[in-house]
């Protein structure tokens, strides 16, 4: 779906625009993202402002309804009901911007099913996945290997997020070793869910080991997909290659059915005590307002 209106954009430098987001929950009333077609609309309309012109609406889904033909098929028929409200809208956010979808896998079990392209992100073989109760479980490692012999190419979402890591991050390095991608927040890297999420956020970035950042977006009232103020992060650190790498060239390769490129290191984006404490006064009374 294009939406036809306003011209595009010309105010953000080029490797600002045309970035493509992975992971939103804009289809309405059917998990605990938009509520309503308006609010996806508006949703979409922000995007479209912050420079993002290719959506992913990925709505929750467990992995264990892949084992109850049933179950699945009612979920999956409620999800294309809106999807299609949703496409079929008149009235859409001005400037360009291409809707497309997948949905956010929950591993509850470890051995889903993934054959139904609608499962996937854009119907190619990656697939974003993310723990159950943004907690690490055992045997995800291998859980993750498994899905890549069968010739998935899982992405895990927000991987910064999850407790149960330990300190140095070794077990994401192991989902990284068997073929999983990593999926940031740009949330995270803003303190939105914690000081801790920032941390690990800015380590995966000094380790060069995050391939697209994303924004979890839930399309409520009042608020953004957090698509600016990363983009501000990312240029106070000279480092807007790497924002492109991850906000734009990566999700896109993704689309295509391609591997996402390597992206550099990035030296100490971690901020000083008083830059910490400007965004802290910034942001106060804002909360992270995605699950």
Known sequence: MRTKGAVTPTNLPHLDRD????????????????????????????????????????????GSL????????????????????LREAPGLPPGEVTLLRGHEVLLDVPDPCLEDPRLRLAGTPFVLVEWPLVHVPPETTRVLSRLVEEGWRPVVAHPERYRGLDPDLTLVGEWRGVGAYLQGNYGSLLGLYGREARRRACLLLERGWLDLLASDFHGRPGLSPQVDEARGLFREWGALEAFSLLGRVNPGRI???????????????????????????KRRGKEPECT
Request: net charge negative; no cysteine.
């Open 66 to 85: 892949t084992h109850d033909p049933s179950a699945l098929a009612a979920r999956l028929a409620e999800v294309d009901a809106a999807w299609a409200r």
């Open 19 to 62: 970035l493509t987001d992975l992971h939103s929950h804009l289809v309405p009333g059917v998990d605990d993202g938009s509520a309503t077609l308006e609010e996806a609309q508006e949703a979409l309309a922000r995007f479209r402002e912050a420079g993002v012109v290719r959506v992913v609406a990925t709505p929750h889904l467990e």
């Open 255 to 281: 689309l295509e059915g391609e591997a996402p490129l390597p992206v550099p290191p990035l030296s100490s984006p971690t901020p000083s005590w008083w830059e910490r404490l400007a965004r802290k006064w």
